[in-house]
Structures are given as C-alpha cells and as structure tokens.
Nanobody, 114 residues
Framework: VQLQASGGGLVQPGGSLRLSCVAS????????MGWYRQAPGKQRELVAR???????TYADSVKGRFTISRDNAKNTVYLQMNSLKPEDTAVYYC?????????WGRGTQVTVSS
C-alpha cells in the first residue's frame, strides 16, 4: 500500500489548508486512517484519526479547528485545517491500517507564518 499526501504549503496565521492523502496499491479493506505531524526537534504526534466507520479522535491542540474525514470509495483521507497557528508548523504524515500492518506516506510540509 502506498500513501501520497498533498495540500501542504505556506499560510498566514488564521488561514486554512486542506490536506489529502490517497492510498493505492494492494488495497482490499483499509481500516483506520490518520494524520500525524512532526515539528523540528520534536517527536511525531497524533493529530487526528478516523475509523472506517467514521469515528474520530483528535489531539487536544487541534480540537475545534481541524476536521478529519474520509472517502472509502476513493481510499482517501482528508484533513481540513482552519484557524492555523504558527505552532501548527510541521511535516504532516498520513497513515493507514490494513489488517495488522500500518502504512505511512512521505509527508507534506505545512508552514504557518506571517
């Protein structure tokens, strides 16, 4: 399974971005999908996660600002990010579970700066 993330970029504080991540390859039934992020000098952390059925989990730092969603028919997970803050600056990685395996994309850079 390969994951391709897109949608990152440079945005001013208070702005919005929408990340997308498409899974391809040997897919028969993807389970949970999610977004993590890693800022320079920090550990990778969970941002949001969504089960195949649509149940969601969010980091406290993004609740009320970020929304995760998925399209199972397109094997795609999205992350709508609103009210962005400089502390949201990081490389964002998507992942997906299938059976007992977890797959990761390469990441997309999000920079929040004026």
């Amino acid at each position: 399974v390969q994951l391709q993330a897109s949608g990152g970029g440079l945005v001013q504080p208070g702005g919005s971005l929408r990340l997308s991540c498409v899974a391809s390859g040997s897919i028969f039934s993807l389970g949970a999908m999610g977004w993590y992020r890693q800022a320079p000098g920090k550990q990778r952390e969970l941002v949001a996660r969504i089960t195949r059925g649509g149940s969601t989990t969010y980091a406290d730092s993004v609740k009320g600002r970020f929304t995760i969603s998925r399209d199972n028919a397109k094997n795609t997970v999205y992350l709508q990010m609103n009210s962005l803050k400089p502390e949201d600056t990081a490389v964002y990685y998507c992942n997906a579970d299938q059976v007992l395996d977890r797959y990761w994309g390469r990441g997309t850079q999000v920079t929040v700066s004026s």
